[in-house]
């Protein structure tokens, strides 16, 4: 056991974007790890897969990883006496479709294939020449967490020319798809485990959504009676993830993942567009949407000042521009408010081109 943590702390220090990510989080960990091959990987093999028989070997190919892909994960998993079972696991928090993705796992494949053959080698040398040698199965996933649709092939010979007239000679191979927002709320609250909460989170883009969930009292109850304190903190950083994206405060993500580590989930989630009402949001959105006007009222002026030449046209230029700027960034920041368009409201304050189609749409 104490290897195992060692272990799990040096994974750490070689990736430097651990805490950022949710998923790496999730499947770091091996009671969410069985849950989710048990659960979600619809497989009879697996079905019967607990904690203890999973065993992260990503550490081992941290040479494959850059920072791009620092949320991959390597499992051996043990499914019978004496055998071992390889699952290989792409899950960076995606939110737009790789293309590539089918060509990254193969070239995983392929080196923990030829590490598999070093290591019976070392123990046997030319076994790996021998009629009876085999090397393990390995299961690769792609979890994705982006709110399209994944468009992407899953079979790696429809990313090859003429795939068909040169198919006898082409590798082929499909990977697992897990397309988070594929499963309904009320099959993810059916699976009654804490990963299926941790997806749901994982779901949510706004409040709105947050205030849409209405998840059953009963289950949110059940775990947090039943969960370990282990898993209660990692869904308490996930929380945090997600409250941070919905723009609130230090205190306030501190204040609501103190409660899932309380074991009052059912308090949280009841009491949380109560707590965190839409004014909060709008108003930091509306701090944005000035800062940025203001910035932008003073481009103006400054080339209003340049194209007078003189320094007085100048101050004149800058202050116009600065009223201009902000009259019409408050304008259009109160009708979104008022809306409650929060999602235009904070595109508006970082996307130029957005911006000017709000202002044509409102006439502004």
């Known amino acids: 056991m104490e290897q195992k ?12 974007r651990l805490r950022d990510s949710g998923s790496k989080l999730i499947f770091g960990n091996d009671e969410l790890c069985s849950q989710f091959l ?18 992260d070997v990503t550490e081992r190919y941290i040479p494959m990883f850059t920072e791009e892909r620092n949320s991959d994960t390597v499992k051996r998993i043990k499914i ?13 928090h995606k939110t737009k479709v790789d293309y590539n993705v089918s060509m990254q796992l193969l070239r995983y ?68 798809l897990v397309q988070l927002n594929a499963y309904s709320i009320e099959e993810l609250v059916g699976k009654n485990d804490e990963l299926s909460l941790l997806m749901l989170i ?41 409250l941070r994206r919905l723009d609130l405060s230090e205190n306030e993500v ?12 059912a308090e949280l989630f009841e009491n949380f567009v109560n707590d965190i009402d839409m004014s909060s949001l709008s108003k930091i959105a509306l701090e944005r949407g000035k800062a940025k006007a203001e910035r932008k009222g003073r481009e103006i002026g400054l080339e209003e ?5 003189l320094q007085e046209g100048h101050k004149a230029g800058l202050s116009e521009g600065e009223s201009i700027g902000l009259a019409r960034a408050s304008r259009l920041t109160k009708i979104l408010i008022e809306q409650n368009r929060m999602e ?16 044509r749409e409102f006439g502004i």
């Not at 943590?5 to 990736?15: C, E, P």
């Not at 982006?146 to 082409?170: H, V």
């Not at 609501?256 to 309380?262: I, L, P, S």
């Open 80 to 92: 019978a006496e004496n055998s071992t079972f390889y699952f290989i696991s792409l899950i960076e």
């Open 202 to 242: 994982n779901r949510l883009q706004n409040s709105s959504q947050f205030k849409e969930l209405d998840l059953p009292e009963n289950y949110l109850k059940d775990l947090s009676e039943n969960s370990t304190d282990e898993l209660l903190d990692i869904i308490a950083r996930v929380t945090a993830s997600m």
């Open 305 to 309: 000042g340049r194209k007078a030449g």
């Open 254 to 265: 501190t204040k609501f993942t103190e409660q899932v580590k309380e074991r009052n989930m």
């Open 344 to 359: 235009d409201l904070k595109r508006f304050a970082e996307d130029a081109a957005y911006r000017e189609n709000l202002f």
């Open 109 to 176: 494949m392929v080196c923990i294939w030829e590490d598999y053959e070093r290591e019976m080698e070392r123990k046997r040398k030319g076994i790996s020449r021998t009629k009876d040698f085999r090397y393990p199965p390995i299961l690769p996933i792609v979890y994705y967490e982006g709110s399209g649709t994944w468009t992407a092939p899953c079979n790696i010979k429809d990313r090859i020319f003429f795939e068909e007239a040169f198919e006898p000679f082409t590798p082929q191979f499909f990977y697992k």
């Open 38 to 55: 048990r659960n979600y990987m619809d497989i009879p093999l697996l079905k019967n897969i607990r904690a203890e028989d999973i065993e």
């Open 5 to 16: 943590k060692n272990t799990s702390h040096r994974k750490q220090l070689s990736n430097s």
